[in-house]
């Protein structure tokens, strides 16, 4: 959406020029540490899965059920976020959010004590509403910390680190939960005592302790670090400046709504089952600890895919780059799903790389040109991450059908998401009211 004059100073005060001022670079460093632990703490359930599912005696319903909670929080959370930001502020809601996130961790500790499938789901519920709380929170900071023009530069920089807190999280769940567990070190397959599964309860205690104390320190930092102001350059439109639009007449953002939504079954549903999957005796044989290990290949990937997108979408229309991704994707799944062995492993691997510009890139194509109406559609695209909450799905059909075959579930997705690149992605053609630009 383009930017008035009076809008654009509202903005920021920073310099054409700079980009970031010297007096910001700071605050942008500490905003970058909350896309880092959000990042960090999301991932680290992919490790969690496999081993509450040996803990619990977890069908694959039951375990993807965990990740559902956690997703069905951005559903519910969102808008009372938004809410709260709008009684307390931004700066209080970040505290807020990192306090909400560590009252879940330290729930985390209670309910392995316990232990208790449905209170680690309360848990679970919690820390990601927390997330959310800072998801709305946080992104309109990262916008107004320097230029307009390099706002995206900068929340591109976040994104990165949000990259490097998946990567580096399952080694932490891999060495700390999985290392530390009977389960985590068993072959697949093993059966375990009541006193076994009992002490492996208990591994979780530390991670999360040692996550709690680090959501606290953060949230103390930032409740005394002198944080911008926002003002109210990230107040919505008035009604007045939107009631000759509809958002409906957008195809870009109609069909990207679903690709969101669809998208996010296929990335949570690799990466939960991603575990169980490799350490099948058919496909690499491993125990739960090597395959949350290999996990990091998957989200390396991921970060080397985005700064490669970046590169060739300055060259490449984003929509033929999101069409070849979607290919290879497609590709690689029927090869995890119909070969065995080392291949089906790393073909599984692979799809990280080919979904790693799919969120941005959607997210981009689906808010083109909706003018006065971005910031509703945004907010429907982020609603549409609940999708995730729907990996139960696949869930359902590894236990009907076997682990490898619900794998055609994520196949059938990166489908859509080739007919939205070819097709649903093209912006609709709409004419503008005098003095509302379209364009972004």
Same mark, same amino acid.
């Given at each position: 959406m383009a930017i008035t004059p009076t809008r654009?100073?509202?903005?920021?005060?920073?310099?054409?020029?700079?980009?970031?001022?010297p007096s910001y670079v700071s605050a942008?460093?500490?905003?970058? =540490?909350?896309?880092? @632990?959000?990042?960090?703490? =999301?991932?680290?359930?992919? =490790?969690?899965l496999p081993h509450l599912r040996s803990v619990f005696e977890l069908s694959y319903t039951q375990t993807t059920l965990i990740e559902s909670v956690w997703f069905i929080a951005y559903f519910f959370a969102s808008i009372p976020s938004a809410k709260l930001i709008e009684r307390i502020g931004?700066?209080?809601?970040?505290?807020?959010?990192?306090?909400?996130?560590?009252?879940?961790?330290?729930? @985390?500790?209670?309910? &392995?004590?316990?232990?208790?499938?449905?209170?680690?789901?309360v848990m679970l519920f919690v820390i990601a509403s927390g997330i959310t709380l800072l998801q709305v929170a946080a992104n309109p900071y990262v916008a107004v910390i320097g230029s307009p023009e390099t706002a995206s530069a900068r929340l591109n920089l976040v994104q990165a680190l949000?990259?490097?807190?998946?990567?580096? &999280?399952?080694?932490?769940?891999?060495?700390?939960?999985?290392?530390?567990?009977?389960?985590g070190t068993a072959k697949s397959g093993a059966v375990f005592t009541q006193a076994e599964r009992l002490a492996d309860a208990q591994s979780v205690v530390?991670?999360?302790?040692?996550?709690?104390?680090?959501?606290?320190?953060?949230?103390?930092?930032?409740?005394?670090?002198?944080?911008p102001a926002m003002g109210t350059s990230t107040s919505r439109m008035a009604k007045a400046d939107r009631k000759n639009h509809s958002l409906w007449k957008h195809r870009n953002l109609v069909f990207?709504?679903?690709?969101?939504?669809?998208?996010l079954i296929a990335e949570i549903g690799v990466a939960n089952l991603f575990v169980n999957f490799v350490s099948q005796p058919q496909i690499a044989d491993l125990t739960h600890e090597q395959a949350g290990r290999y996990l990091t290949f998957l989200w390396g990937f991921m970060m080397i895919g985005r700064f490669a997108g970046s590169f060739i979408m300055q060259k490449i229309p984003a929509e033929t780059v999101l069409a070849a991704f979607s290919i290879g994707a497609f590709v690689v799944m029927l090869v995890?799903?119909?070969?065995t062995g080392p291949l089906a492993m790393w073909a599984l691997i692979l799809v990280g790389l080919f979904h790693s510009i799919m969120f941005p890139t959607i997210f981009t194509l689906g808010i083109k040109g909706l003018g006065p109406l971005t910031e509703e559609g945004s907010g429907l695209l982020i609603m549409a991450i609940a999708g995730g909450a729907l990996v139960v799905v696949q869930g359902q059909i590894a236990d009907a059908y076997g682990l490898q075959t619900s794998f055609l579930l994520t196949a059938a997705c990166e489908l859509y998401i080739l007919f939205y690149a070819l097709w649903g992605s093209k912006a609709t053609e709409i004419?503008?009211?005098?003095?509302q630009p379209l364009e972004e």
């Open positions: 654009q100073s509202a903005l920021t005060d920073a310099p054409p020029e700079g980009g970031v001022r942008l460093v500490l905003l970058g =540490t909350l896309f880092f @632990m959000w990042g960090f703490i =999301t991932v680290i359930n992919n =490790t969690l931004y700066k209080k809601s970040l505290v807020v959010g990192l306090l909400i996130m560590a009252a879940g961790a330290v729930g @985390m500790t209670v309910a &392995a004590s316990i232990p208790s499938y449905g209170v680690t789901l949000n990259s490097a807190g998946t990567m580096l &999280a399952p080694l932490f769940g891999a060495y700390l939960i999985l290392g530390r567990s009977t389960s530390l991670p999360y302790v040692l996550v709690a104390i680090v959501l606290v320190i953060l949230a103390v930092v930032i409740a005394r670090f002198p944080l990207g709504i679903p690709a969101i939504f669809i998208y995890t799903v119909f070969t004419a503008a009211v005098p003095g």
